[in-house]
């Protein structure tokens, strides 16, 4: 079975700190892809990224990067000098080569930045 | 290109009470979805179609009927309402369904059951 876990339920950092948020998958297939959303308070989901199983290069974008790591099966996201507009829900979520008909989601972590 | 759609975005029902919830996309994707969101819990699958006349069983069917008889349309029916039914629904398409394709998403609709 497939399994997303952010174990981080809300975090709160005040502007301009860097946060990680982190995400672990469990999964048996070889091949499978890995995508970070953002919820806003208006509600709607926003992909981020998607990262598939063979690519670990790290990805960076403007103040946002994501670090793959197989070994430890984990994708975690850092958002640096944040600011208030990253305050949203942010969800990690998987969707794999045999079960590709189902994006599976973590719980999301709340983040909350203060000006 | 409007994307994914979504109506209503808003509806009261009491127990007992049946609606469909409707999702039509432009885009002319072959996967559509039905996601439920609650509180502490992300999303979890309800039905998903992966082609016109074909639709399968997510994580949490029970209490809801999919069909898909074109390809730009995927309403989900809820045919008869309970209090554990109040959530927040996404429907969500994309262009074939393989783990590649993101997904993308319609603006949501919040029901409440009383």
């Known amino acids: 079975a497939q399994k997303v876990t952010q174990a981080q339920t809300e975090i709160s950092v005040v502007e301009k700190e860097d946060v990680t948020l982190d995400c672990v998958y469990e999964?048996?297939?070889?091949?499978?892809?890995l995508f970070w959303y953002k919820q806003p308070p208006s509600g709607e989901l926003v992909f981020l990224i998607r990262?598939?199983?063979?690519?670990?290069q790290n990805e960076i974008s403007g103040r946002y990067s994501w670090n793959f790591q197989k070994s430890t099966s984990s994708f975690n996201f850092t958002i640096t000098a944040s600011q208030v507009v990253d305050s949203a829900v942010y969800f990690c979520?998987?969707?794999?080569?045999?079960?590709?008909?189902?994006?599976?989601f973590g719980q999301g972590t709340r983040l909350t930045i203060n000006p | 290109n409007a994307g994914v759609t979504q109506t209503p975005k808003f509806q009261v029902l009491k127990t007992g009470q049946s609606m469909t919830l409707q999702c039509a996309q432009d885009m002319n994707h072959e996967y559509m979805s039905w996601y439920r969101q609650d509180p502490g819990m992300g999303l979890r699958l309800i039905h998903y179609s992966v082609g016109a006349g074909i639709t399968d069983q997510g994580e949490v069917p029970n209490g809801y009927n999919v069909s898909r008889s074109t390809t730009e349309d995927f309403p989900l029916r809820l045919l008869s309402a309970a209090p554990s039914q109040t959530s927040v629904y996404f429907c969500?398409?994309?262009?074939?369904?393989?783990?590649?394709?993101?997904?993308?998403f319609g603006a949501g609709s919040r029901l409440t059951v009383l």
């Open positions: 990262r598939n199983s063979f690519d670990e």
């Open positions: 979520a998987l969707r794999g080569g045999s079960g590709a008909q189902k994006l599976v």
């Open positions: 999964t048996r297939d070889t091949t499978y892809y």
């Open positions: 969500a398409s994309s262009l074939r369904s393989s783990g590649a394709n993101v997904l993308t």
